[in-house]
Protein backbone atom coordinates (compact mmCIF):
# COMPACT_ATOMS: atom_id res chain seq x y z
CA UNK A 1 0.00 0.00 0.00
CA UNK A 2 1.66 3.33 -1.11
CA UNK A 3 1.88 6.59 1.15
CA UNK A 4 -1.42 8.13 -0.08
CA UNK A 5 -3.61 4.95 0.45
CA UNK A 6 -2.41 4.93 3.91
CA UNK A 7 -2.84 8.29 4.77
CA UNK A 8 -6.54 7.77 3.01
CA UNK A 9 -7.14 4.46 5.15
CA UNK A 10 -6.06 6.03 8.54
CA UNK A 11 -8.53 9.34 7.62
CA UNK A 12 -11.36 6.91 6.92
CA UNK A 13 -10.43 4.87 10.39
CA UNK A 14 -10.58 8.11 12.09
CA UNK A 15 -14.33 9.25 10.73
CA UNK A 16 -15.75 5.66 11.58
CA UNK A 17 -14.14 6.12 14.89
CA UNK A 18 -15.57 9.38 15.70
CA UNK A 19 -19.21 8.42 14.08
CA UNK A 20 -19.80 4.77 15.45
CA UNK A 21 -17.60 4.56 18.81
CA UNK A 22 -19.09 5.04 22.14
CA UNK A 23 -16.03 6.80 24.58
CA UNK A 24 -15.71 7.15 28.08
CA UNK A 25 -12.81 9.39 28.50
CA UNK A 26 -11.09 11.74 25.75
CA UNK A 27 -13.52 12.93 22.54
CA UNK A 28 -12.23 11.87 19.23
CA UNK A 29 -9.70 14.30 17.89
CA UNK A 30 -10.86 16.45 14.98
CA UNK A 31 -8.71 19.03 13.93
CA UNK A 32 -10.56 22.52 14.19
CA UNK A 33 -12.69 21.20 17.05
CA UNK A 34 -10.64 20.78 20.14
CA UNK A 35 -12.62 20.03 23.24
CA UNK A 36 -11.80 22.51 26.05
CA UNK A 37 -12.53 21.92 30.08
CA UNK A 38 -15.61 23.48 31.65
CA UNK A 39 -13.81 24.65 34.28
CA UNK A 40 -9.74 25.98 34.65
CA UNK A 41 -8.34 23.36 37.41
CA UNK A 42 -10.55 20.86 38.94
CA UNK A 43 -14.19 20.31 38.05
CA UNK A 44 -16.79 20.52 41.45
CA UNK A 45 -16.87 17.03 42.98
CA UNK A 46 -13.85 15.50 40.57
CA UNK A 47 -12.60 12.43 41.86
CA UNK A 48 -9.19 12.47 39.90
CA UNK A 49 -7.71 14.38 36.84
CA UNK A 50 -7.82 11.49 34.36
CA UNK A 51 -9.48 12.47 30.82
CA UNK A 52 -13.03 10.67 32.87
CA UNK A 53 -13.06 13.23 35.79
CA UNK A 54 -12.91 16.35 32.90
CA UNK A 55 -15.91 17.60 31.46
CA UNK A 56 -15.38 19.21 27.77
CA UNK A 57 -16.79 21.31 25.73
CA UNK A 58 -16.04 21.02 21.76
CA UNK A 59 -17.18 24.24 19.42
CA UNK A 60 -18.54 23.61 15.89
CA UNK A 61 -19.30 26.83 14.67
CA UNK A 62 -20.53 27.97 10.83
CA UNK A 63 -19.63 30.60 8.63
CA UNK A 64 -23.02 32.34 8.86
CA UNK A 65 -25.28 31.74 11.74
CA UNK A 66 -28.39 34.31 10.37
CA UNK A 67 -30.70 33.27 13.24
CA UNK A 68 -27.70 33.83 15.92
CA UNK A 69 -28.79 30.23 17.71
CA UNK A 70 -26.11 28.10 19.18
CA UNK A 71 -26.88 24.41 21.04
CA UNK A 72 -25.42 22.20 23.39
CA UNK A 73 -25.19 18.86 22.55
CA UNK A 74 -25.26 16.15 25.09
CA UNK A 75 -25.12 12.49 23.51
CA UNK A 76 -26.75 9.48 25.32
CA UNK A 77 -25.19 6.34 26.76
CA UNK A 78 -27.21 5.07 29.74
CA UNK A 79 -25.12 7.98 31.94
CA UNK A 80 -22.15 5.12 31.40
CA UNK A 81 -20.69 6.20 27.86
CA UNK A 82 -21.13 8.83 25.41
CA UNK A 83 -22.30 8.08 21.65
CA UNK A 84 -19.88 11.05 20.88
CA UNK A 85 -20.00 10.52 17.25
CA UNK A 86 -23.56 9.13 15.81
CA UNK A 87 -25.08 11.88 18.96
CA UNK A 88 -23.19 14.25 18.88
CA UNK A 89 -20.57 15.10 16.09
CA UNK A 90 -23.49 13.94 13.45
CA UNK A 91 -25.61 16.73 15.43
CA UNK A 92 -23.38 19.05 15.42
CA UNK A 93 -22.60 19.30 11.65
CA UNK A 94 -26.38 18.93 10.86
CA UNK A 95 -26.46 22.09 12.66
CA UNK A 96 -23.80 24.04 11.20
CA UNK A 97 -25.45 22.84 7.96
CA UNK A 98 -28.56 25.02 8.90
CA UNK A 99 -26.35 27.87 10.40
CA UNK A 100 -26.35 26.65 14.01
CA UNK A 101 -23.53 27.04 16.32
CA UNK A 102 -23.11 23.48 18.01
CA UNK A 103 -20.87 22.49 21.09
CA UNK A 104 -20.56 18.87 21.83
CA UNK A 105 -20.41 18.32 25.37
CA UNK A 106 -18.35 15.47 27.10
CA UNK A 107 -20.50 14.94 30.76
CA UNK A 108 -19.22 13.11 33.58
CA UNK A 109 -21.02 9.53 33.51
CA UNK A 110 -21.14 6.34 36.31
CA UNK A 111 -20.38 4.47 37.46
CA UNK A 112 -17.52 7.07 38.86
CA UNK A 113 -20.10 9.88 39.14
CA UNK A 114 -23.71 10.53 40.31
CA UNK A 115 -26.37 13.42 40.40
CA UNK A 116 -26.13 16.08 40.80
CA UNK A 117 -22.70 16.32 38.43
CA UNK A 118 -23.91 15.53 35.12
CA UNK A 119 -26.50 18.10 36.03
CA UNK A 120 -23.85 20.44 37.06
CA UNK A 121 -22.04 19.86 33.90
CA UNK A 122 -24.59 20.19 31.85
CA UNK A 123 -25.48 23.82 33.63
CA UNK A 124 -22.16 24.90 33.34
CA UNK A 125 -22.13 23.98 29.61
CA UNK A 126 -24.91 26.21 28.87
CA UNK A 127 -23.75 29.25 31.21
CA UNK A 128 -20.16 28.93 28.72
CA UNK A 129 -21.47 28.96 25.57
CA UNK A 130 -23.69 31.68 26.69
CA UNK A 131 -20.56 33.71 28.11
CA UNK A 132 -19.14 33.12 24.42
CA UNK A 133 -22.11 34.50 22.25
CA UNK A 134 -20.26 37.72 21.07
CA UNK A 135 -17.23 35.77 20.28
CA UNK A 136 -18.85 33.41 18.08
CA UNK A 137 -21.97 35.66 16.70
CA UNK A 138 -24.68 34.28 18.58
CA UNK A 139 -27.71 35.61 20.96
CA UNK A 140 -27.62 34.20 25.12
CA UNK A 141 -31.42 34.05 24.25
CA UNK A 142 -31.23 31.57 21.53
CA UNK A 143 -29.01 28.57 23.69
CA UNK A 144 -30.64 25.63 23.20
CA UNK A 145 -30.46 21.97 24.61
CA UNK A 146 -30.17 18.63 22.43
CA UNK A 147 -30.03 15.40 23.75
CA UNK A 148 -30.52 11.67 22.98
CA UNK A 149 -31.29 8.93 25.07
CA UNK A 150 -29.74 9.62 28.31
CA UNK A 151 -28.38 12.84 27.03
CA UNK A 152 -32.16 13.26 26.22
CA UNK A 153 -32.59 12.72 30.30
CA UNK A 154 -29.78 15.44 30.91
CA UNK A 155 -31.44 18.02 28.21
CA UNK A 156 -34.42 17.50 29.56
CA UNK A 157 -33.08 18.08 33.69
CA UNK A 158 -31.76 20.77 32.26
CA UNK A 159 -34.94 22.22 31.25
CA UNK A 160 -36.81 21.85 34.62
CA UNK A 161 -33.99 22.24 36.90
CA UNK A 162 -32.53 25.83 36.31
CA UNK A 163 -31.40 28.99 37.62
CA UNK A 164 -31.00 32.63 36.15
CA UNK A 165 -26.91 32.62 37.43
CA UNK A 166 -25.62 33.98 40.31
CA UNK A 167 -24.93 38.26 39.34
CA UNK A 168 -22.47 38.40 42.45
CA UNK A 169 -19.41 35.17 41.23
CA UNK A 170 -16.64 35.65 41.40
CA UNK A 171 -16.15 33.75 38.22
CA UNK A 172 -17.86 35.58 35.17
CA UNK A 173 -19.17 32.33 33.98
CA UNK A 174 -21.55 31.46 36.68
CA UNK A 175 -23.35 34.73 36.53
CA UNK A 176 -25.17 33.50 33.87
CA UNK A 177 -28.62 31.78 33.40
CA UNK A 178 -28.84 27.40 33.12
CA UNK A 179 -31.96 27.45 31.38
CA UNK A 180 -31.95 26.42 27.79
CA UNK A 181 -33.80 28.46 25.22
CA UNK A 182 -35.54 25.05 23.65
CA UNK A 183 -34.86 21.71 23.68
CA UNK A 184 -34.63 19.16 21.47
CA UNK A 185 -35.12 15.37 22.53
CA UNK A 186 -34.53 12.35 21.14
CA UNK A 187 -36.15 8.60 21.89
CA UNK A 188 -35.36 10.34 25.38
CA UNK A 189 -35.28 9.04 29.00
CA UNK A 190 -37.27 10.63 31.54
CA UNK A 191 -38.57 9.04 34.19
CA UNK A 192 -36.30 7.17 36.87
CA UNK A 193 -39.06 4.58 38.65
CA UNK A 194 -40.99 1.90 37.31
CA UNK A 195 -42.25 0.49 34.95
CA UNK A 196 -41.36 3.14 32.46
CA UNK A 197 -37.70 3.84 33.60
CA UNK A 198 -34.13 2.81 31.39
CA UNK A 199 -32.31 0.71 34.53
CA UNK A 200 -29.01 1.55 33.29
CA UNK A 201 -29.60 4.88 33.06
CA UNK A 202 -31.15 5.44 36.48
CA UNK A 203 -28.32 2.93 38.02
CA UNK A 204 -25.81 5.17 36.76
CA UNK A 205 -27.24 8.42 37.24
CA UNK A 206 -28.54 7.70 41.09
CA UNK A 207 -26.55 4.24 42.10
CA UNK A 208 -27.66 1.36 42.85
CA UNK A 209 -30.12 2.52 46.27
CA UNK A 210 -31.42 5.70 45.37
CA UNK A 211 -33.10 7.91 47.81
CA UNK A 212 -37.25 7.95 46.26
CA UNK A 213 -37.22 11.43 46.71
CA UNK A 214 -34.44 11.93 43.94
CA UNK A 215 -35.99 9.58 41.58
CA UNK A 216 -39.31 11.91 41.75
CA UNK A 217 -37.39 14.81 41.38
CA UNK A 218 -35.43 13.43 38.42
CA UNK A 219 -38.45 11.85 36.67
CA UNK A 220 -38.73 15.09 34.34
CA UNK A 221 -42.31 14.75 33.33
CA UNK A 222 -42.89 16.11 36.64
CA UNK A 223 -40.68 18.79 36.96
CA UNK A 224 -42.76 20.57 34.32
CA UNK A 225 -44.01 24.27 34.80
CA UNK A 226 -45.20 26.83 32.69
CA UNK A 227 -41.18 27.97 32.66
CA UNK A 228 -40.01 25.31 31.19
CA UNK A 229 -38.53 25.69 28.14
CA UNK A 230 -40.33 25.08 24.23
CA UNK A 231 -39.47 21.30 23.49
CA UNK A 232 -39.42 18.95 20.50
CA UNK A 233 -39.29 15.32 21.31
CA UNK A 234 -39.66 12.49 18.90
CA UNK A 235 -39.15 8.68 19.61
CA UNK A 236 -40.60 5.37 17.99
CA UNK A 237 -43.53 3.19 19.43
CA UNK A 238 -41.63 -0.44 19.73
CA UNK A 239 -38.52 1.29 21.03
CA UNK A 240 -37.32 -1.43 22.79
CA UNK A 241 -35.08 0.28 25.52
CA UNK A 242 -36.69 3.33 26.29
CA UNK A 243 -40.32 2.65 26.68
CA UNK A 244 -42.12 5.77 24.59
CA UNK A 245 -44.26 6.42 27.30
CA UNK A 246 -41.15 8.23 28.69
CA UNK A 247 -41.75 10.59 25.73
CA UNK A 248 -45.85 10.88 26.14
CA UNK A 249 -45.52 11.73 29.65
CA UNK A 250 -43.26 14.37 29.21
CA UNK A 251 -45.35 15.89 25.80
CA UNK A 252 -48.28 15.62 28.28
CA UNK A 253 -46.46 17.40 30.92
CA UNK A 254 -45.60 20.28 28.59
CA UNK A 255 -49.40 20.24 27.32
CA UNK A 256 -50.79 20.84 30.56
CA UNK A 257 -48.22 23.41 31.43
CA UNK A 258 -49.22 25.08 28.54
CA UNK A 259 -45.12 24.89 27.31
CA UNK A 260 -44.93 25.07 23.25
CA UNK A 261 -44.15 21.48 21.86
CA UNK A 262 -44.21 19.67 18.69
CA UNK A 263 -44.03 15.40 19.42
CA UNK A 264 -43.29 13.09 16.44
CA UNK A 265 -43.90 9.17 17.15
CA UNK A 266 -42.25 7.19 14.42
CA UNK A 267 -44.42 3.91 13.96
CA UNK A 268 -41.44 1.06 14.40
CA UNK A 269 -38.17 1.85 14.77
CA UNK A 270 -34.93 1.09 16.94
CA UNK A 271 -33.39 2.77 19.76
CA UNK A 272 -30.41 4.89 19.23
CA UNK A 273 -31.21 6.11 15.52
CA UNK A 274 -28.99 9.35 15.96
CA UNK A 275 -30.20 11.21 12.31
CA UNK A 276 -31.49 7.94 11.02
CA UNK A 277 -30.13 8.23 7.45
CA UNK A 278 -30.29 4.87 6.87
CA UNK A 279 -33.43 4.70 8.19
CA UNK A 280 -35.99 5.26 5.20
CA UNK A 281 -39.18 5.40 7.27
CA UNK A 282 -37.17 7.83 10.00
CA UNK A 283 -34.79 9.99 8.27
CA UNK A 284 -37.50 12.79 7.43
CA UNK A 285 -37.19 13.74 11.28
CA UNK A 286 -34.34 16.21 11.07
CA UNK A 287 -36.31 17.73 8.31
CA UNK A 288 -38.94 18.09 10.65
CA UNK A 289 -36.96 19.69 13.19
CA UNK A 290 -35.54 22.09 11.13
CA UNK A 291 -39.22 23.47 10.64
CA UNK A 292 -39.99 23.68 14.14
CA UNK A 293 -36.50 25.56 14.80
CA UNK A 294 -37.66 27.98 11.75
CA UNK A 295 -40.27 28.61 12.72
CA UNK A 296 -39.23 29.96 15.81
CA UNK A 297 -36.78 32.10 14.65
CA UNK A 298 -33.51 29.13 15.47
CA UNK A 299 -32.52 28.12 12.35
CA UNK A 300 -33.26 28.96 8.53
CA UNK A 301 -34.85 26.48 5.92
CA UNK A 302 -31.89 27.45 3.28
Known amino acids: MNLRALCLAA ?23 APVPLWQGAAPGAQGNADIDIPTL ?13 IVIAPGGGYS ?32 YHHPVELGDAQRAIRTV ?6 YGYSVDHVGMWGSSAGGHLASTA ?6 GNPNAIDPIERFSSRPDFLILDYPVI ?48 DK ?12 ALVKNGVPAELHIFRSGKHGLGLAQNDKDIS ?19
Do not use: C
Open 81 to 112: KLAYGYEGIDMARWANDHGVAAFVLKYRIGPK
Open 130 to 135: RSMAEK
Open 191 to 238: RMDDPYKHKGSTRMLLGDNPDPALIANLSNDTQVTPQTTPTFIWSTTD
Open 284 to 302: VWPQLLLHWMAANGWATLQ
Open 159 to 164: GTHFDA
Open 11 to 33: AFATVTFAQNTFITGTPPAEQGH
Open 58 to 70: AAYIPANNPTHTA
Open 241 to 252: VVPIMNTVLFYE
